[in-house]
């Protein structure tokens, strides 16, 4: 770990038991920052750099604190080493952790402005925003706030309640002396879902510490670092609620949690509007990936669909081994719609399964535990042949000039959303009784639509109204 001495200005380097108390650096990065090979050979242009002053700051402070050393995450790794570079990222939690204090520079934040005033800069500020800067609020013992002048703010621990009005965390994890935050996955998931990262891959490995893990660098693979940190997660921990992504009480637009049946979620996102307190430690069964996808046990209740004949799918949910607070919901449990095709596995006593693609997750009594029966399986990503038959384009652009978002479809399997505004119904044209779904809209303010789609001849595939016409075309009910 490279430390820079506030009295000499020079950079020491130093491992494990032999690091010397110091204080870090939390800030979001910004134009003219100063690299490792420009602070270490002293360039000429080194002091005219805007980065600069940050490190002049943070020495002051920390000087002024009787700390001899301080870390800052642009000068203090070399980052042309690849290998330095996951060094660093895989350990900055524990770096962060490690400190005496944490000082924030916020470049956008003005102290004349009142904190927890409606519209303060302090609200406002990208900081709050940043993917990385997450950790960097929860790890340190100790976190003192500052503005774009090096003036004092606040303290964490007397600004918790702003703090988490601001960032969604609870304030007991804000104040987290040992850093434990003994949160549910699906719930610490949440805590980035607002937050974003420069680059695609950063998503997933700034949660890396915020888990307990660690994994390798691979900058260019994109979107498969979430999935593995995802992968990593569930082989550390029994808390089955990282199943549960797109299960929200509030009313988050379906564009956002979209559910197309498959088993892990695609970014933090997912999580956006998770208030359900889940406890840990209550899954006894293990369960971890293989090629066939999650090999778990489930308590399965199934259901009778409508229209699931038509496609040859059984549909139920399973109830996930997650003890929701009663504090939080009351006496529930979390349930995940599932489909699988009926086949020789089921009545083998094995279920290949699926998340139901346009079915997220809701909380059902925990007296429902009664009628399931447990099952092994394998829960996978949903395949693609399951929608089978004829397909219509319904447009829903009219509803989005109307205010109204798409929170649920049903039944689960007979839809695939486009992109855009639009949703491809599928259907079996022969038998036109069954072939009838429901889309529910609603607005910010809570007004709810549910529009009935039904095909109104058996030789004729469609709905009523042209084909692919907008949504006004088919019979609403309020």
């Avoid at 290998?83 to 350990?91: H, M, P």
């Avoid at 609200?123 to 706030?145: D, I």
């Avoid at 996930?320 to 596995?345: M, N, Y």
């Avoid at 089921?346 to 998340?355: D, F, M, V």
Wanted: proline share 4%.
């Amino acid at each position: 770990m490279r430390l820079i001495n506030v009295k000499t200005g020079h950079m020491q380097e130093f491992f494990d038991d032999d690091i010397p108390n110091y204080a870090i650096l939390s800030h979001t990065w910004g134009p003219e920052e100063v690299t490792f090979q420009e602070y270490e050979q002293q360039v000429p242009s080194l002091r005219q750099k805007k980065g600069y002053s940050k490190i002049r700051g943070l020495c002051a402070e920390a000087g002024q604190k009787q700390l001899d050393f301080v870390w800052i995450d642009t000068c203090c790794i070399d980052k042309k080493s690849s290998s330095e570079l996951s060094e660093a990222i895989n350990s900055m939690f524990q770096w962060y952790k490690g400190s005496q204090t944490c000082f924030v520079y916020l470049e956008d934040v003005s102290a004349e402005d009142l904190p927890s005033a409606a519209d303060s800069s302090f609200r406002r500020s990208r900081w709050f925003t940043r993917g990385w800067t997450l950790q960097e609020l929860l790890a340190p013992k100790r976190v003192l706030f500052y503005d774009c002048d090096w003036r004092f703010i606040g303290i964490r621990m007397n600004m918790r309640d702003l703090i988490a009005e601001i960032t969604g965390i609870k304030e007991r994890f804000i104040e987290d002396a040992k850093g434990d935050f003994h949160a549910g996955v699906a719930e610490k998931l949440s805590w980035a879902s607002h937050r974003r990262t420069t680059r695609r891959e950063d998503e997933a490995y700034c949660l890396m510490g915020l888990f307990g893990i660690n994994m390798p660098l691979l900058y260019g693979e994109g979107s498969n670092a979430w999935r593995r940190l995802q992968e990593e997660i569930i082989k550390a921990t029994s808390d089955q609620s990282i199943l549960a992504w797109g299960l929200s009480t509030h009313h988050v637009p379906a564009s956002r949690t979209i559910n197309r049946g498959t088993l892990l979620s695609s970014s933090a996102l997912c999580f956006q509007g998770w208030d359900v307190e889940v406890w840990s430690g209550e899954a006894k069964h293990h369960y971890f990936m293989t090629n066939l996808g999650l090999h778990i046990g489930l308590n399965v209740i199934e259901l009778e669909v409508l229209g699931s004949k038509s496609v040859n799918v059984s549909n139920g949910i399973a109830l996930l081994e997650c003890k929701v607070s009663p504090f939080s919901h009351g006496d529930a449990k979390i349930a995940l719609p599932i489909s699988w095709t009926r086949s020789q596995d089921e009545t083998e006593g094995l279920l290949i399964a699926s998340r139901a693609a346009g079915s997220n997750p809701f909380l059902v009594p925990a007296s429902t535990q009664g009628q399931a029966v447990r099952k092994m399986a394998y829960l996978t990503s949903y395949p693609t042949n399951m929608l089978i038959g004829y397909f219509q384009k319904i447009h829903w652009s009219h509803m989005q000039r109307l205010g109204y978002q798409v929170t649920d479809y049903y039944p689960p399997q007979a839809f695939e959303l486009c992109q855009g505004d639009s949703f491809n119904w599928a259907f079996n044209p022969s038998i036109p009784q069954r072939n009838r779904a429901i889309i529910k809209f609603v607005t910010v303010e809570g007004d709810a639509v549910l529009l009935l789609l039904v095909q109104t001849t058996a030789d004729s595939p469609g709905v009523s109204g042209p084909a692919g016409g907008e949504l006004g075309t088919v019979r609403a009910a309020r």
